[in-house]
């Protein structure tokens, strides 16, 4: 399972690394998302059954704001078969007016969005605006990102700020206390 995790980094990685240099390989990129989602999968199969924490009938929620929320597909859908709802939104408006309607244990978020490459830092400051006790707020971006913004995300109120799928995968866990 470490190394199916290290793969995912990895995949991750050299998705980003193309993502930023804007290349116009998006065959190469499909295959990469695509492989990245299927070693998600896998990962996923050797998960056991759970149940989240705090009752049988009751899910964890979680809000994802991402621009570009396909990217997220898979790691979204190993959480949904272990009791986890999420509502995506695409943008810090959308985010706050969920936030305004529903209850998250979690809010993941991007750091970029469109041309704003620190939009996830504008959306902590929103939201800490905006909604008393917010839950705790992951961003998950790029390598690159997070060497230029993470640290001023976390003095905003990010509690974490990855480029590792493993990181946030073993963090998720442990938030919506996953058993």
Same mark, same amino acid.
Request: net charge negative; proline share 4%.
């Given at each position: 399972?470490?190394?199916?995790?290290l &793969?995912?980094?990895?995949?991750?990685?050299?998705?980003?690394?193309?993502?930023?240099?804007?290349?116009?390989?998006?065959?190469? %990129? /499909?295959?990469? /998302?695509?492989?990245?989602d299927?070693?998600?999968?896998e990962l996923?199969?050797?998960?056991?059954?759970?149940?989240?924490?705090?009752?049988?009938?009751?899910?964890?929620k979680?809000?994802?704001?991402? &621009?570009?929320?396909?990217?997220n597909?898979g790691?979204?859908?190993?959480?949904?078969?272990?009791?986890? &709802?999420?509502?995506l939104?695409?943008?810090?408006s959308?985010?706050?007016?969920?936030l305004?309607?529903?209850?998250?244990?979690?809010?993941i978020? &991007?750091?970029?969005?469109?041309?704003?490459?620190d939009?996830?830092?504008?959306m902590? /400051?929103s939201?800490?605006?905006?909604?008393?006790?917010?839950?705790?707020?992951?961003?998950?971006?790029?390598r690159?990102?997070?060497? %230029?913004?993470?640290?001023?995300?976390?003095?905003?109120g990010?509690?974490?700020v990855?480029?590792?799928?493993?990181?946030?995968?073993l963090?998720i866990?442990?938030?919506?206390k996953i /058993?």
């Open positions: 399972m470490e190394k199916l995790l &793969d995912i980094t990895d995949l991750k990685q050299e998705i980003d690394k193309l993502q930023n240099q804007g290349t116009n390989e998006n065959k190469q %990129i /499909k295959e990469l /998302k695509l492989d990245h299927n070693k998600i999968q996923a199969s050797h998960l056991p059954e759970t149940n989240v924490a705090r009752g049988a009938t009751e899910r964890a979680i809000l994802w704001v991402d &621009d570009h929320p396909i990217n597909e790691i979204i859908d190993v959480y949904q078969h272990q009791g986890v &709802d999420f509502d939104a695409i943008n810090t959308q985010a706050l007016h969920y305004s309607i529903n209850k998250y244990d979690l809010i978020s &991007d750091m970029g969005r469109g041309s704003v490459r939009e996830g830092v504008n902590i /400051k939201i800490k605006q905006s909604v008393p006790n917010p839950p705790p707020i992951y961003i998950f971006c790029s690159i990102a997070n060497e %230029i913004y993470g640290k001023q995300a976390i003095e905003e990010a509690v974490m990855t480029s590792s799928p493993k990181e946030l995968i963090s866990v442990k938030t919506v /058993k």
